[in-house]
């Protein structure tokens, strides 16, 4: 727990945290000012809408976080003080993960509040907010299991992030549906999606293919943790760590 | 004497720049100084020794383990990076503290203050690191690689920044550590410092191993390069002239009162000295070695290569 805390602690004060929250509100502000017309059935509905097309700034958001954890310690020279001490690689990779994960699910609540606080004001159900931090939790999850090994591995590591963003996330899993299954938002997606039983048009596009399911959510993020741990131990064990 | 730290055959390189070139030696209780141009390989090489960077070809085995495979052989190696990097944010007692508690160490902040004590940096220890000077981060970032009482400690210039007091209390301390029979290899361009605090030492150039041993022995092995010696006397002229007479003397310079002697054997000039004072009615006054130093003998392995 210390490298965590010591890792998260290092990610959260940087003056970089305001300005992702506030990347992170976006969905909360949009929500604020479409809400004012709107019936409260038509809220409901635009609530789930927003939180999954527009949330998807949290993408970036996660993404600049994530890929700081171990990358700002190699960059700055620092990572001696965390290599160079008698903690198994999986452990670092572990506690690597984690602390990306807190401090992206951080990030994400902090935006999460602002929606639910835009939602409050206008009447929306607490029944629709609140499984929002799951979704923000869930994609926390994928996205720090995917970004934590790239910031580590490559020095554009934001770069490449964008590109696994906008690329895959973005634009060809819309277009393949094979790709869809690999995208994080839509497998955080499935699973707020079930936990609030939503539907329509809007959940239909975001989602894609991407079945409705917080069990199968679960597993598959499950599954990229794994995935993401095992590539970042392998780096640690050979890769050069300066 | 058995080596603490073994490097057999070990090559580095970044694309097609060789920066360590199959370095084969060992290092064993007592203070080693890594001598070497800008370039040369020694960070790499201490890199590659600490299980930061993987060597391209070759083993490393600290304590008879691979850092690589096997982390707890952090629990008798640290490391002083070269970098100034240090967590700013933290005050020197965090930082050390942070670097006990990675440790796992029994006692964090019992250690951490024993070690602070030690590199007499207990006033300044809740001060944030952002504001320390250069030298003072260098001693922090000692502290915090004493923390568990190392077998073997890897030191990057780590005298970069110190002023002369610090430099004198960090030498001194990391002679002490040498003497207690841990391994120190210190990594350094400052070469009158690494002659004060290195029993033995060892040069690199272009990624190689230039010369190992003490700083005598390497300039004895240097059969190539006449030995030169610094003669003051009150008449050096009618020296130089009686020495050049000799076969053993290859040649003389004059500068002032002073005459520098160029000999293969200084053996043989320091038995034909006294004679030839006493035959030409000379007063010597001085003789002193003109090349022995650790920078002449550096000077010699550098321009050779």
Redesign the interface.
Known sequence: MTLTMHLYRRLMMKGRVFWLVLLASVPGVIIAVAGIDMSSDGLAEAFVAIMMSVGFTYAIAALILTVSTLRDERDAGTLPYIYMRPIPRPTIAASSLLAGTLAAATIGLGGWLSTVLAGLIHGAPMSLMLPGAALLVSAAVGYAAIFVPVGYLFSRSVLIGLGYVVLVELALSGLVSGLAQLSIWRIAGSIYVDLVNASGIEVNIVLGPVAPGAGGGALKLAVVVVLGAGLLTWALRRRDAL | MTNTVEVREVSKWFGPKVAVSEVTIGFGPGVTGLLGPNGAGKTTLM?VI?????PSQGSVSVLGRDP??D?????V???V?E?????E?LTGRQFVE??A????VDDPVGRAREVLETVELTDAADRALGGYSKGMRQRAKVA?ALIPDPQVLLLDEPLNGADPVQRAQLIRLFKELGAAGRTVVVSSHVLREVERMADRVIAMVDGRLAAVGSVATIRAAMTDKPRQVFVDCTDPRRLGSALMATPHVLGVHLSGNRLMIEAADVSQVARLLPRLAVEDDLTISRIEPADESLESVFRYLVEGR
């Not at chain 2, 508690?101 to 796992?104: D, G, P, Q, V, W």
């Open positions: 890199r600490a299980g930061l960077q993987v690589r495979v982390p707890s052989v952090y629990r190696m640290t490391l990076p970098d100034e990097a240090v967590y944010h942070l670097a508690r990675l440790a796992k915090a």
